[in-house]
């Protein structure tokens, strides 16, 4: 059994760059990358479009919206973040909490959806708590297992717990909640999005356990994960670093496929490498610009509908 992906929704940039809004807790986002801004947006054009050609060879259909200028999105290359898709046909924009990504709900992206026959029932917008300066980020805040109702959440400044709580009620899943660190200049400091130190596949769980300094929250995500079966496959804080937490399955026809960066595969040893292959094909692309001056990797690129 698994989840019927229909397909996935991209956003070709227009204006990425690194965001000093978002830089205030995305410790992820290097601060010395000395690129003018034209060579980022170029290189990240680049890296987006070689991304979006690997999925579609795997056979996965893939709705790229060219973003524009009307207005001032660095990172609408992150669609996940603003937007989920559900197998009842529902939609969930969420709160964000850099002024100018909450810019990214776009109506005209979900006009391109339904010209594009994906069929939106409802719609529930969660974005008012913003007024409130409570935020939740889709599925940077939210790793969702799907397949078993339940949703991994790590607190921080973006995923907030009343409305994490919120969500599952809506949509019938467990939470499961815990916080998660990682070390910066020498402090430990609050994982700004969960999908950084975690992946849900169908048969498997790629996570960084040495980031749960809780050992009974760590106790508590190791026996949820054992519940349903799911092998839990470590990996370490630098691992962590290379975005080796921030892939994504996508599963087309039985198929299984891991997308993930080439920085975060190259960081993988080969006993970690060994059990992926036994449930999943692996996807590698190079978006070395993107993860620098964003912060967040392939996974955050990739917006899944399930319609």
């Not at 940039?13 to 801004?37: C, G, V, W």
């Not at 409130?132 to 790793?143: A, C």
Request: aromatic share 10%.
């Amino acid at each position: 059994m698994s989840t019927n992906l229909h397909s996935v929704l991209m956003i070709r940039p227009s204006s990425f760059r690194r965001n000093a809004q978002t830089a205030i807790n995305n410790y992820f986002q290097n601060h010395e990358l000395n690129l003018k801004n034209d060579l980022i947006l170029k290189n990240a054009i680049l890296e987006f479009d070689t991304l979006v050609f690997k999925i579609k060879e795997c056979g996965i259909n893939v709705l790229v919206f060219q973003d524009d200028l009307k207005l001032d999105t660095p990172d609408s290359i992150y669609p996940n973040n603003w937007i989920t898709f559900h197998s009842d046909k529902r939609i969930v924009t969420y709160p964000m909490y850099a002024k100018n990504r909450r810019l990214e709900r776009n109506e005209e992206v979900l006009d391109f959806l339904e010209k594009n026959n994906i069929q939106i029932n409802e719609l529930i917008d969660y974005s008012s708590a913003e007024e409130n300066e409570i935020f939740l980020e889709g599925t940077g805040s939210m790793v969702l297992d799907r397949l078993n109702k339940k949703a991994y959440c790590s607190i921080s400044d973006r995923t907030n717990e009343n409305l994490v709580y919120e969500f599952c009620n809506d949509f019938e899943y467990m939470p499961i909640i815990f916080n998660s660190f990682h070390d910066h200049k020498g402090k430990r400091k609050l994982i700004y999005h969960t999908n950084v130190m975690m992946c849900i596949a169908n048969d498997y769980c790629v996570i960084c356990l040495d980031a749960i300094d809780n050992k009974e929250e760590m106790k508590k995500v190791i026996e949820s994960l054992k519940d349903d079966h799911k092998e839990i496959i470590t990996i370490s804080e630098y691992q962590l670093e290379q975005f080796a937490g921030n892939m994504i399955e996508l599963r087309k026809d039985k198929n299984s496929f891991l997308f993930m960066s080439k920085s975060a595969y190259n960081s993988l040893d080969n006993s970690q490498l060994k059990k992926l292959n036994t449930y999943s094909e692996l996807v590698h692309s190079s978006v070395n610009t993107i993860e620098k001056c964003g912060g967040g990797s392939v996974r955050c690129m990739i917006a899944e509908i399930f319609n």
